[in-house]
């Protein structure tokens, strides 16, 4: 970029140069690449497992709908309004130095601290793909499975390698840009997502776990459910559908006024809960084919499930399926948490594209040591730990890990989506709402319903996530 639009970025980027998506469909494939992530068939599956299915996956159901859409569209909307990334996004639409602007420094900070674990589990999935093509788990013993999850977990080279690849991978899409990268790698990857986890559905529903999955997926139970469970409930709901720091929004960012936003949203949230359930609908008939509990925790799909396809006939191949899916969901989704920052300094400072996407991603690469060391354990000692139990209450004992991701998921993304939610309630301005609303929009009798949402139901629901991290429930 020349020095002329360097100086003009700092006020007004170089607007008529932002790129953007080729149409409707590339933003719709793109912004359900973000969702759909690990959050989606690690995360979404184990938490259902660990609080029994039933009446958890109805509760979730109502918070996607109830508050995570609702801050979806006007995400959304901040961003194809205001053309930008989000901390000049937050300026151009409240003024260059309103505090609201905290927001989006609140979103780009997330980015890193996101991606630096995000990228760690995302090798792992790397790295059991090749496992999983190189020898299968086939004649494994549970135990052995058990003990290559901890080699895996405490192993430094191994985390290292696969995490800096993984990186590598993130970095070479975002730097060929929104068109020639994100796009384009969306439309190859979604599609091939997409029949990997029919393929996967399709096989289980072909073993006789399948109707004990769907009842307890789907029955009338909710033996094991807590007012934690519904809490963590609502805190996925943000995690899973990229909402609160800015990933929307910059994806947003990139549409044209004339796309409709509401009719995009309801098809993202829709997609990326259709694929939630599939991927139990997928993980739990095998998990009860070979005899194992879905409570498992984070390990049901490290642990249990290779134990379980190792039972299943043609189960390497199987394996090797599922790793692979994994890998491809957790690069889209990365993909967009790397885009958040490098369009920040796009935006912000006037970068290239390149130079932001090296030079962030190599910042990314390094804080994401830690994780991939295993932990806070080992690089700060108990001490570490301590402090953030006196500042977070429950923080306690984690690891840096756990502490990244209860950061971000229990404080970062809620506080996020707050700030937008409150933002274009309260803040925006009646008109420059309704207005934004309503273009290109086929949904205009929803207007009322979703500006009601926005100012009473998602304030409450993330005060309740604040005061559950609080320890208060
Ligand atoms: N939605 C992604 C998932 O479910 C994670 C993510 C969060 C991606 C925030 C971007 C922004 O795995």
Redo the contacts with the bound molecule.
């Keep these: 970029m020349t020095r002329t639009a360097r100086v003009a970025s700092t006020t007004a980027p170089a607007h008529g140069r932002r790129e953007h998506w080729s149409g409707r469909l590339a933003f719709i494939l793109a912004a359900t690449g973000?969702?759909?992530?690990?959050?989606?068939?690690?995360?979404?599956p184990y938490i259902t497992g660990v609080n029994g299915g039933g009446w958890f996956v109805l509760i979730y159901l109502i918070c996607v709908l109830a508050v995570a859409l609702p801050i979806m569209v006007a995400e959304i909307l901040i961003g194809r309004s205001a053309q930008r990334s989000p901390v000049m996004a937050f300026r151009k639409l409240a003024g260059a130095r309103s505090p609201w602007q905290g927001v989006g420094w609140l979103g780009v900070t997330?980015?890193f601290v996101?991606?630096s674990y995000?990228s760690v589990v995302a090798g792992w999935t790397l790295h059991y793909s090749w496992l999983a093509l190189s020898q299968g788990f086939a004649g494994l013993h549970p135990a052995e499975v058990e003990a290559l999850f901890g080699q895996v977990y405490q192993d430094p080279g191994i985390n290292l390698f696969w995490h800096g690849l993984f990186m590598l991978l993130t970095v070479t899409i975002v730097a060929a840009g929104v068109h020639s990268g994100v796009e384009r790698w969306s439309r190859i990857l979604m599609p091939l997502l997409f029949l990997m986890i029919l393929a996967l559905v399709l096989r289980a529903a072909g073993t006789d776990g399948f109707w004990p999955a769907l009842e307890f997926v789907f029955g009338a139970h909710g033996d094991r459910l807590t007012p934690a469970g519904v809490l963590e409930a609502l805190g996925h709901s943000?995690?899973?559908?990229?909402?609160?720091?800015?990933?929307?929004l910059t994806y947003g960012s990139y549409l044209r006024t004339r796309d409709d936003v509401v009719a995009t949203s309801l098809a993202v949230g829709g997609l990326?809960t259709l694929i939630s359930l599939m991927a139990c609908m997928m993980i739990f008939p095998i998990i009860f084919v070979a005899g194992l509990a879905p409570g498992a925790g984070p390990g049901l799909v490290f642990v249990s499930l290779p134990i379980a396809f190792g039972q299943l006939p043609g189960g390497a191949l199987w394996a090797a399926v599922f790793f692979v899916l994994l890998a491809v969901?957790?690069l889209t989704?990365?993909i967009?948490?790397l885009e958040?920052a490098v369009s920040h300094f796009l935006d912000w400072r006037g970068w290239s594209r390149r130079r932001a996407a090296i030079g962030i991603g190599a910042v990314i690469f390094v804080l994401g040591i830690p994780a991939a060391l295993s932990g806070g354990t080992r690089l700060f000692g108990g001490d570490f730990a301590a402090a953030t139990a006196v500042l977070f209450g429950a923080g306690h004992g984690k690891n840096w890990f756990d502490l990244a991701d209860y950061l971000?998921s229990n404080w970062m993304?809620p506080l996020g989506g707050l700030g937008i939610a409150v933002f274009v309630a309260w803040r925006m301005g009646g008109q420059a709402r309704e207005q934004a609303f309503m273009a290109g929009s086929r949904f205009a009798r929803l207007y009322w319903g979703w500006v009601w949402l926005l100012r009473y139901i998602v304030p409450l629901g993330v005060l309740a996530v604040f005061l559950h991290a609080l320890g208060v429930f």
């Design positions: 973000s969702a759909v992530g690990l959050g989606n068939i690690w995360k979404f997330a980015a996101i991606l995000y943000f995690f899973t559908l990229s909402l609160g720091m800015g990933a929307m990326d969901a957790a989704s990365a967009s948490l958040v971000a993304l």
